[in-house]
């Protein structure tokens, strides 16, 4: 399965951007997916996650209320609209498949198989 992520770039604190990620496969639409951020120096982390249906959907502490990840049902595209930009946002964003279908959305890194590519998102200040 292969992952394209696209939408990021360069905003000024209290922008906005919109990720989008693409899978390559429609076998992959009943598995949750998920974004994950990397800042420059730091591990990996976890942003946001959607079950397959997008009935359910989990957030990082840091980014609640202020990004939101949708998808529709079945559907093997998924989005992260940011609000609200902070300079801490700064990183490079994945997005993420989780290999088990119709199973619950997870904010584990190490549970999930198929990665994209990333995209840069920098905020200045």
């Known amino acids: 399965v292969q992952l394209q992520a696209s939408g990021g770039g360069s905003v000024q604190a209290g922008g906005s951007l919109r990720l989008s990620c693409a899978a390559s496969r429609r076998t992959v639409s009943n598995n949750a997916m998920a974004w994950f951020r990397q800042a420059p120096g730091k591990e990996r982390e976890f942003v946001a996650t959607?079950?397959?249906?997008?009935?359910?959907?989990y957030y990082a502490d840091s980014v609640k209320s202020r990004f939101t990840i949708s998808r529709a049902k079945a559907d093997t595209m998924v989005y992260l609209q940011m609000n609200s930009l902070k300079p801490e946002d700064t990183a490079v964003y994945y997005c993420?498949?989780?290999?088990?279908?119709?199973?619950?959305?997870?904010?584990?890194?190490?549970?999930?198989?198929?990665w994209g590519q990333g995209t840069l998102v920098t905020v200045s200040s």
């Open positions: 959607i079950s397959w249906d997008g009935g359910n959907t």
């Open positions: 993420a498949v989780h290999p088990r279908r119709w199973g619950l959305p997870s904010s584990r890194s190490d549970e999930y198989d198929y």
